[in-house]
Nanobody, 115 residues
Framework: QVQLVQSGGGLVQPGGSLRLSCAPSGSIDKVYNMGWYRRTPGKQRESVAFMVAGGITNYADDVKGRFAISRDNAKNTLYLQMNSLKPEDTAVYYC?????????WGQGTQVTVSS
């Protein structure tokens, strides 16, 4: 069964940058929508950024201007460039792919912003 494999993340100081990556472990159908979500303890998972077919993007208000979502269509790989990170960005981040017949989630990766 195909899985989404995430990489990146870790510990960074406030104001720093990180890049998350997400790629399928095998072949999947054409991906229409791709996105990044995050979860902090005691909160529901929330959308951070997503990209729909055609390249239209959408960002949560608190990451606009700091985060950038992008994709490599040839590799079906999704990226999240995170700049000017704040302590409140600390969370487990998940990638998500939606194809015509399936939905996939990454395993999650911890991002900790702390001095």
């Amino acid at each position: 069964q195909v899985q989404l494999v995430q990489s990146g993340g870790g510990l960074v100081q406030p104001g720093g940058s990180l890049r998350l990556s997400c790629a399928p472990s095998g072949s999947i159908d054409k991906v229409y929508n791709m996105g990044w979500y995050r979860r902090t303890p005691g909160k529901q998972r929330e959308s951070v950024a997503f990209m729909v077919a055609g390249g239209i993007t959408n960002y949560a208000d608190d990451v606009k201007g700091r985060f950038a979502i992008s994709r490599d269509n040839a590799k079906n790989t999704l990226y999240l460039q995170m700049n000017s990170l704040k302590p409140e960005d600390t969370a487990v981040y998940y990638c998500n792919y939606i194809t015509p017949g399936n939905e996939y989630w990454g395993q999650g990766t911890q991002v900790t912003v702390s001095s």
